[in-house]
């Protein structure tokens, strides 16, 4: 630990930043992926499948590190609440909402989370300062542009939009998930609290699309559509978040915040190159003021 903390005061890449690459790289590609599995099956059915998974893989992280798993009554009872933010409606939304939208706008649109994070804050009595509040203005006056694709004209109608209103409510959900479960998860720890919140979200997910699992035609599942759920479950969904974890305890919160500023860059790039998505240059304007929005509001 002490070794890392000195290769990253020396400016040199140490073990924590690897990790937050590692994150990065598998939340980034995690967009055109997903996009491509919701070519054949449904946003609901691809959510649920995925986090029935995922939760079993961070069990068994748990089993090996020998961290305990019971939980109590009380627990449970919040655990179901932040399954059902983190879960059901985030996932829910993100993925409706991708199979609505590019997945080069919605890796952008998700970002706004910590501007949502800060207007709760400010709701809850912690009102954030003047830089926080500049950058709200500016990351809200960037997806404007990003989801208006012009600088001359309105042109909000387009088929997309409510794509887009989806990834920003699913991004309002995660700020408010992250809001919710600080207590437990500074009591219990990131990764039990992420696991059995998994589990009971996907549960809620499976009751919620029971009738899409019912209708999905599985043998329509191209190879490439299962190689592309099993990447977005294990890497996307399980592993990402164990290696953000990793990175930020070995160098430090605002240090590692930093790296989520490369999500969208990865997202955009392995999107043109997989599905020949096309990012205007407008966009690519909004995606840059959406980004320092979120970096003046995170600074402040």
């Known amino acids: ?44 059915v691809f959510s649920a499948t995925r986090y029935v998974v995922a939760p079993f893989l961070l069990f068994v992280l748990l089993w090996f590190r020998r961290a305990p798993i019971a939980i109590t009554r009380q627990e449970a009872g919040m655990l179901v609440i932040i399954g059902l933010l983190s879960v059901t409606m985030f996932q829910g939304g993100w993925a409706y909402g991708l199979s609505l939208t590019s997945a080069s706008k919605a890796s952008v649109l998700i970002t706004t989370s910590p501007i949502f ?11 954030p300062g003047v830089k926080a509040w500049l950058g ?14 012009s600088l001359t004209e309105i042109t909000l109608g387009a088929g997309t ?15 408010v998930y992250t809001f919710v479960s600080g207590p437990l998860v ?18 809620i997910l499976i009751i919620v699309g029971y009738f899409g699992l019912v209708a999905q035609d599985w043998g329509s599942i191209p190879v490439l559509g299962w190689m592309g759920w099993a990447s977005t479950t294990i890497f996307g969904a399980a592993l990402a978040f164990v290696w953000y974890c990793a990175g930020i305890a070995r160098i430090g919160v605002t240090k590692g915040m930093v790296y989520s500023f490369c999500i969208p860059v990865v997202a955009i790039l392995s999107s043109v190159i997989l599905l020949d998505e096309v990012i205007t240059p407008v966009q690519i304007f909004g995606a840059v003021i959406v980004l320092l929005g979120v970096k003046l509001t995170r600074s402040d």
Do not use: C, H
Request: charged share 10%; net charge positive.
């Open 136 to 149: 709200i203005l500016l990351a809200f006056l960037g997806v404007v542009v990003v989801i208006n694709n």
């Open 117 to 127: 994070g800060a207007l709760i804050s400010a709701a809850t009595g912690n009102r």
């Open 1 to 44: 630990m002490q070794n890392n903390s000195a290769q990253t005061k020396n400016g040199k890449i140490g073990s924590g930043d690897l990790y937050l690459i590692g994150a990065v790289f598998a939340w980034g590609i995690n967009f055109p992926f997903a996009k491509y599995v919701l070519e054949y099956m449904d946003p609901f």
């Open 161 to 175: 939009f409510l794509g887009d209103l989806l990834i920003i409510g699913a991004s309002f959900m995660w700020a």
């Open 186 to 203: 500074a009591k219990r720890g990131p990764l039990l609290v992420t696991a059995w919140a998994m589990l009971f979200g996907s549960i």
